[in-house]
């Protein structure tokens, strides 16, 4: 037999395997699916941000070329289509569960933020749709508007919800209030900021997208969407849509084009097309443009919180306390309740040994979009404010920044933090170390002298950040108000050549799921990474997953990890038998089976195809074939950590703030593909660059027209603009996992933002600048500074 060459490891770069097709344009997106008979959507939308809709005329509309049909939101609603749900369950301080407003898939009494769907057109071609869209008139009676969350829990303010006194969804707390006021009675220093954490739009590569059919025949649906949980939507579809068996849902997302928590939640659009795919004869298409993106893609941060840090005559942290007003918009979306609680207030130890932390959340509805999860969802809020802090608080003492950080690690594990989590592993001075000699700290005060005699002003800024990864433990996450498990499964198939199948229920956007995944199948099997395929994201072929979002990559490796130590059992039991001896005296190593009581060896390969033709050994203690599957469900989160260190230069003259250098030590863990892993962090790196210094949702007070709705008015991060970045990877492997990850893809987004603007900060000689620093923002500062 023809033995194929060499496998590859886990740990090692390899390019990745996708990476051809799409360069080729040979990806699957959905907008590329063209079916039978096929129809198009699009939606009348709200042009105003709070008002009531007091009729509709689509006799227009509906009489224009190749309209088949035109649905409202009370259509849907009296066909049965229910409304949307939130996806957490999050109770007041005092005991009551929070108050959800409803939220149609398509409005029927009232709008609350601009962009809201009114109504849908379901016509021939995409044109013709859009046209008769345009042609729906609404009339609308114009209610006041409050789009800044200051607003909207001040007296009088216009209420989104009736029933909702306040605007607040809940006013939640974590923590123990009585030691921090005790702590903070007996501190030597106390520390107070007010900061602002930027509202952002997500804007995918690929926009939303969905292609439903519904086959009356055999009452099977089937619906092609780009969402990153796939297999978790067909659930929630089935449910919403009264489909007793679930298997007549099929749901495939096929490549996806970016996402980063934008594409993993319940969308109005997507339930409205689904649902009206079953009211008209032919399969619907809906494709967001990108203005649509930019006003209904769920937004992301978006917090006004006032943090204290009590410290003793040492500079030794006593306690935290922080009150965040955490603007959710006009509906609460799947995770809105989520990302404020449990996955931001619950990381505010950041690596800090603080022996009391207290936070309050109230949880205000805005008349702007909802918001929802967005890389590192909760994590780079607490971070900011976190990191912020603590260097006011160095600032303050007069303690070098490096100092403080060092002198307050933690530096035993596991450590339990005074809220909730439980960190695996970690050498938070290790990273530190790294990150201060590879930004060469210490020769920062001679390149800041060279930029004072340019006329330029130089900053160097700090960012020691940690999250929590491999969103997992079931259990864990049931009481912390979660309704589904968040294990992973894999299915493993050996063909009878060798060549080997991975299906996942994890599910890549833009991560290399193709090539990580297919390297732990190469390193286990000796098979080369070319003789494997990954399959995902086909409810039809994957039996059951929840998908990927919070570096649950840890996860599903996992899962695949162990069906892969399956197969390897059930084959030496097979390879005794064809070697003939002892099943313990079988050894398998780098592909190869052997036995020291022979000198027979056998490849992979030939075990795999002895397998299939199942005549080498008794079948009736050994069943043929070699499939296994696995589901991992693991006992605790991961939590990944890292220091960055950043330089930037300011010019005075115009406010513009270049990111001079910027160095990042990450300790991920066990490291799949470092050359997969160098790149998440150079995207999350320059993604939190970019809200550091020019993203930014501005929503007029007044109208609450979103003004930075396209990509002229809303600012993005640039190759000019971001320098070449300096990385190492430091690794102290999780035990929460058999493979020792923790998870990369956040991590960049996270600790960035802090890391600039304290580096601004220090450049400027001031206490605080919210971001973004824009070129405007950060001149006035600088005239005020020459003045003063």
């Not at 886990?10 to 360069?23: A, H, M, P, Y």
């Not at 002003?457 to 108000?481: F, H, M, Q, T």
């Not at 007044?702 to 809303?714: C, I, K, P, R, V």
């Amino acid at each position: 037999m023809n033995i194929p060459a060499s496998s590859v490891k886990f740990g090692q770069s390899v390019k990745r395997q996708e990476d051809g097709r799409f360069l080729r344009g040979k990806g699957k997106y959905v907008d590329d699916m063209i079916l039978p008979g096929q129809l198009y959507a699009a939606f009348a939308r709200s042009p105003m941000a709070h008002a009531r809709i007091t009729g509709i005329d689509l006799d227009d509309a509906a009489a224009m070329p190749g309209v088949r049909r035109i649905l409202t939101g009370r259509d849907l609603v009296d066909a049965g289509l229910p409304a949307l749900p939130a996806g957490w369950a999050i109770f007041s301080t005092d005991g009551e569960p929070q108050k959800i407003g409803v939220r149609n898939a398509i409005a029927t009494d009232r709008v609350r933020y601009v962009g809201e769907p009114v109504a849908l057109v379901v016509a021939e071609t995409l044109a013709q749709a859009r046209d008769a869209a345009e042609a729906v008139m609404v009339d609308y009676e114009d209610l006041p508007v409050a789009v800044d969350v200051l607003d909207a829990v001040a007296d009088g303010a216009p209420l989104l919800h009736d029933e909702i006194a306040g605007n607040c969804a809940f006013d939640w707390d974590i923590g123990d209030s009585a030691a921090v006021d005790a702590a903070f009675d007996k501190a030597a220093h106390r520390v107070s900021l007010t900061l602002r954490n930027n509202r952002l739009i997500p804007n995918a590569i690929e926009p939303r997208a969905i292609n439903a059919q519904w086959d009356a025949g055999s009452e099977e649906l089937t619906v092609f969407l780009t969402h990153q949980n796939p297999i978790g939507m067909r659930m929630f579809y089935a449910a919403a849509f009264g489909l007793a068996a679930e298997h007549k849902l099929r749901m495939v997302s096929p490549d996806v084009g970016g996402g980063f928590g934008s594409k993993a939640h319940n969308y109005p659009e997507e339930l409205a097309v689904t649902f009206a795919s079953k009211m008209v004869d032919g399969p619907l298409k809906w494709t967001a443009d990108r203005s649509e993106a930019f006003l209904t893609d769920a937004h992301g941060r978006d917090h006004l919180t006032e943090v204290e840090l009590a410290l003793d005559a040492d500079g030794k942290f006593l306690a935290l306390r922080a009150d965040t007003l955490a603007n959710v918009g006009g509906y609460m979306s799947s995770s809105g309740s989520l990302v404020p609680t449990y996955m931001y207030s619950t990381m505010l130890s950041g690596q800090y040994a603080i022996p009391a932390i207290h936070a309050r959340v109230r949880a205000i509805y805005t008349n702007t979009c909802p918001v929802d999860a967005y890389r590192g969802a909760g994590r780079p809020e607490a971070a900011y404010v976190v990191e912020r802090i603590v260097d006011v608080a160095a600032r303050e003492l007069g303690i070098d920044p490096a100092e403080i950080r060092r002198r307050n690690f933690i530096t035993e594990f596991p450590y339990q933090t005074p809220v909730v989590y439980e960190y695996d592993s970690g050498d938070y001075e290790k990273t530190l170390n790294a990150a201060l000699e590879l930004g060469d700290y210490g020769g920062f005060a001679a390149r800041k002298a060279d930029s004072q005699a340019r006329g330029k002003l130089r900053g160097i800024g700090l960012a020691a950040y940690v999250e929590a990864c491999g969103i997992g433990p079931s259990a864990k996450l049931a009481k912390l108000g979660g309704g589904a498990g968040m294990w992973e499964s894999a299915e493993v198939r050996v063909h009878p050549v060798g060549t080997v199948e991975i299906l996942t229920g994890a599910h890549s956007h833009g991560q290399g799921h193709a090539t990580t995944f297919a390297q732990v199948a190469s390193d286990r099997f000796g098979v080369p990474i070319e003789n494997i395929s990954v399959i995902q994201g086909d409810t039809s072929r994957i039996q059951a997953g929840t998908g990927t979002y919070g570096s649950r990559a840890s996860v599903g490796m996992s899962a695949t990890l162990r069906a892969c130590d399956q197969i390897i059992a059930k084959a030496k039991k097979i390879a005794a038998h064809l070697m003939q001896v002892e099943y313990d005296a079988v050894e398998f190593d780098e592909g190869i089976f052997s036995s020291k009581d022979t000198n027979v060896t056998l490849a992979f390969p030939e075990v795999a195809f002895a397998a299939h033709a199942a005549s080498g050994f008794p079948t009736d203690e050994i069943e043929p074939g070699l499939v296994a599957t696995s589901f991992f469900d693991p006992p605790e989160f991961t939590y990944p950590a890292g220091v960055y260190v950043c330089e930037v230069e300011i010019d005075p003259d115009t406010g513009t703030v270049e990111v001079a250098s910027f160095c990042a030590a990450d300790d991920f863990g066990n490291v799949a593909n470092p050359m997969i892993v160098e790149g998440q962090v150079h995207g999350g790196v320059t993604q939190g660059i970019g809200q550091a210094l020019w993203e930014n949702a501005m929503y007029d007070p007044e109208t609450g027209q979103l003004m930075s709705a396209s990509f002229m008015d809303y600012g993005m991060p640039r190759a000019q603009g971001v320098p070449e970045y300096k990385l190492e990877f430091a690794c102290t492997p999780s035990p929460s996992n058999p493979l020792g990850m923790k998870g990369c893809g956040e991590a960049g987004a996270i600790g960035s933002p802090p890391a600039v603007i304290n580096a601004v900060c220090n450049a400027l000689g001031v206490r605080h600048v919210d971001m973004p620093a824009t070129p405007e923002k950060i001149w006035r500062l600088c005239q005020e500074r020459e003045q003063g």
